[in-house]
């Protein structure tokens, strides 16, 4: 009932706000800037959180332009008696007009009237039992209920807004109620459009998309993570409002922010975006966010100021007047403005979101396979081989440039994977502007990233950079693809988006990063690091596992390695018969097997990708070293032997070759050998008194 009156108010011009049951005024403090006539917003209102709310109407200005004022004529009090002051007046100054008369639960009335232009009414009195209600007032309408008497607010027949119109105050009547000039009127905002061309590639509207990054600009503004479902949906709880009280918005994985919360203290992000949902929430751009947050809302002082920060900005501006230099400005923010929360992993331990990465190795290595398991394994959202599970499915994007597989092998890949197709993009070409197909290439790679961001991938897939580099034209050892990977590496951020890029290591080997072919700016342009590469064994022996580790991992802890085989799969029709190729022979399609019987260590992946195998002296040699220094407890030497890439029966083990321990105090104490019995125990008291400083 509340809805369709509010709506029905609204669509007579006058601003609308719910009131509060049991009282007589609206839920929030800020309703003077919440009053709207926007039925999207009402609709919201009175279906959502103020279901069970009465109806008011703000008084003062409206949105077309109508200043509304009320006379509250009291009943409740004989002695003070508003209907008979009314009397009064009209007697000594004549009848007013017939108006709009909305009848209150104690037995009064409201009149409503218009000012004429130029004038504006405030909150005061007309007379003994008759309020006056205008700029910053409002008043409580049908059909709500009276706090004191329990009886409903009702429209009087043949005078609700809907069926009489407001009419204009008469000369004595705004000679009693308190009247001040109109404060001049905000000159209208040009529209989009007039001004600068907001439809233009090269406008500030665009300009600023290509560089924004949601989660950032959300916590600048106060905005709080509440959390991720599966569909990799984020919701946000907007600034002054706890977590646990709910959400506010959506940011989805393809960039779009929806505002569903119509609290008042979103006013003017809310009456800044345009674009309404057919379930009433607002698709906010950044554009319009930044406006509302930095500009007030004010879209052409955003735009203004937008223009001063694009490249080739001096074009963009008038001619400074007068003479001499311009300054330089620097634009700065203080340290605590900045979001110092730990970047949001894709896969933790392995792929941050967000940034640019690596998958390296030698040729038939199985790079290409274990980055099709991750992809079919991410559509499912099922636990990963090293053992996180994404926080739900997420959509894979595989950009397959010339050269190297195509997009057909990529599907066979990703069937005997029992991925989930349908979350799956292929990418093989991109049209022109003049819709003619081309191959991928190092200058439209961010622009096919870009493309499968917006259709909602969380990790995109580059097949391969030495692809990309022969595109470009490019010498990977000079350091040429640089500037393609920076442009990636934007791409990423400005989507919160995983990329990462196949490549393959040199025939040398060396340290994990020092293998990646190519110039070491490579590694440096990346934030992660994975390489394949084949577990070292014995002089003589044939190689039967690949290990998958971590060479590089800026900003969290990395996975430890994990070990795989590759083994051939039959690739079925639909009927479920097996496929044969032109010979009539099955085919076999490469997939991962995952070794889960065998732990493997930092050290073993280090030493593969060095090229040596992990001897027992090695695993001594550091353990002398880590207790070079005296007693230390167990669960330390423990943990500096984890980060020294030994598990922990191999530093067992070495301990037990170099090194005694000794219980004291509760906690196991390790030493080396060589240390004296005796002073070892007296150092070790010292330390577990916590007198020593070791």
Known sequence: MSLDHALDYAKCGIRVLPIKPGTKRPPMNEWVQAATTDPAIITSWFTGMYADHGVGLAMGRQPDGRFIFALDVDEHDAAHSGGETLADLQARHGKLPDTVRLLTG???LHLLFTAPPGVEVRNGSAGDGVDVRGEGGQIVVAPSIHPGTGRRYECESGFAPWEHNIAEATGWLLDIVKVAPAPPQPQARPQLGTMYDFQSPDSPAEWLRSWWRWPGELRKAGWTEHHVDHNGDEYWTRPGKPTRDGESA?????????????DASLFTLLSTARHINVDGGRTVSPFEF???????GDMSAAARFLITKMPEADSRLPPPQGDGDVPCKVTFRTADQ???????QLIRGWFPRGELCIVAGKPGVGKGIVITDICARGSRGVDLPNGDRPLG?????????????SADEWARRLTVADAQLDRVMLAETIPDSAGVEHPISASTIAAAVEGMARQGAGLVVVDSFAGLANSAGKD???????????????????FDLTIVIIHHVRKAQGDPLDILQGNTQIGAAVRSVLVAVEERVADGAEPDVILFGVAKLNGSKRSKPVGFRTVGRELFHQD????RDDRGDVVYVARVQWIKDRTFTQGEFIAACNGSV????DRDDAATDILANGPMASTEYMKEMDDAGFSADQAKRARDRVGETKRHGGKWWSYPKSMDSAAAAQAIEILASGEGDG
């Open 106 to 108: 104690s037995g009064g």
């Open 250 to 262: 959506v940011l989805h994985p393809d960039g779009r922010f929806v505002v569903f919360s119509t």
């Open 290 to 296: 930044y406006a509302a947050y930095e500009h007030g």
């Open 338 to 344: 900045f979001d110092t929360k730990p970047a949001r």
């Open 393 to 405: 499915p997420f959509v894979s994007g595989v950009i397959c440039l010339p050269g190297e597989d």
């Open 476 to 494: 990977t050892n000079k350091g040429e693809v640089r500037a393609v990977l920076d442009d990636l590496s934007e791409v990423a951020r400005r």
């Open 576 to 579: 479920g018969q097996p496929m």
């Open 614 to 617: 992990l001897r027992s002296s």
